[in-house]
């Protein structure tokens, strides 16, 4: 595919302080041997972006303006570099957004996943609000070419989901999703897909509540109008809850779920919580005798062949709950901070 134009529209983090910048850039033509670059047809918008959108202590302390934003996304491969061969002209891939060194002990016994080194596209390198997007084709997932790119570019956020849910086993068991934004929205739904028993979705937005019972939630508990532990122990005969996946990190959530979590039973963290989390180690641990898992983004890439299976099985038309042009973001960040919707996608 031929370049026309030398400049694309972006949307970058140009400064500190809140908002972001819709401006233009030359598009990369300087691809590294082991790169390709992707003409992006959508990218979604991550908890992160907004973070980043709207320079909380995080975006503070990690982000170095300027530096292009977005890192989940979907698009077609135009070029690639001279020793690349996996990846072909004309692909339709998605991204891990962690760019791993492979060298560190991490990464050389399979646990690339929490590489010392990691760089995240869209916070330490330039992102996929763009036109166009050059990453290491070792992060390029290559994609059914009939799945709709809308889809196809929440694969990221949906890898956490399916690591949080599936790293215990959840067939024939009871779920609790504590806090359903749209990666806890997209756990009730594989919850649903793979075969729990009973569903448990734990919410206080009332739009994300009526979604995750669209999306396969047997229960739902709204926590500022119902006591969640005792409602919870009555939903499962007074044994409590098999598996949790926390996604809320929510201080007040998180220290419940250790009140309802069954004895035996499972807890997967991928919610990070802002203020410290206080527990009963000897109660709510170590006499439970419960096992505690911290979901660091996605096993690569074992995830994501799991995700490759889910995908088309997956309600992925209700969780994608808004689409906007890239030069509408602004409007985008206002819906995502209401809480009304799901993942928001965007096509530049």
Known sequence: MLINNKEMTVAIKE?????LTLTTKQIPQDLKSDEVLIKVLATAICGTDYHIFTWD?????RIKPPITMGHEFAGEVIKVGEQVNRVKVGDIVS?????????????????????????II????????????????????????????????????LGNAVHTMLHFDIIGKSVAIVGCGPIGLMAVNIAK??????????????????????????????????NVIKRVLEETDGLGIDVIGEFSGNKTAIEQAFKYVKLGGKMSMLGIPSKTIELDLA????????????????????????????????????IVTHTF???EIEKAMEVMKSGNSGKIALIP
Request: a negative charge; hydrophobic letters at 35%.
């Open 193 to 226: 897909v793979v075969g729990a028993s009973k569903i448990i979705a734990i919410e206080i937005n009332e739009y994300r509540r009526h979604l995750a019972k669209e999306l396969g939630a047997d229960i739902i508990i709204n926590p500022l109008e119902e």
């Open 325 to 327: 042009k890239l030069n």
């Open 283 to 318: 109660n709510d641990i170590v006499f439970k005798g419960i096992t505690m898992y911290g979901v660091v983004g996605r096993i690569m890439y074992d995830t994501w062949h799991q995700v490759g299976g889910l995908i088309k099985r997956l309600d992925l038309d209700k």
């Open 95 to 119: 991204a891990e957004t962690h760019i791993v060194c492979g060298e560190c002990e991490f990464c050389r016994t399979g646990k690339g996943h929490i590489c010392q080194n990691t760089q």
């Open 15 to 19: 400064k500190r302080g809140q908002g």
């Open 57 to 61: 202590e995080w975006s503070q302390n």
């Open 122 to 157: 869209g916070v330490d390198t330039d992102g996929s609000f763009a036109e166009y997007v050059k990453i290491p084709a070792t992060n390029c997932l290559i994609n059914d070419k009939n799945v709709d790119p809308r889809f196809l570019s929440i694969q990221e956020p």
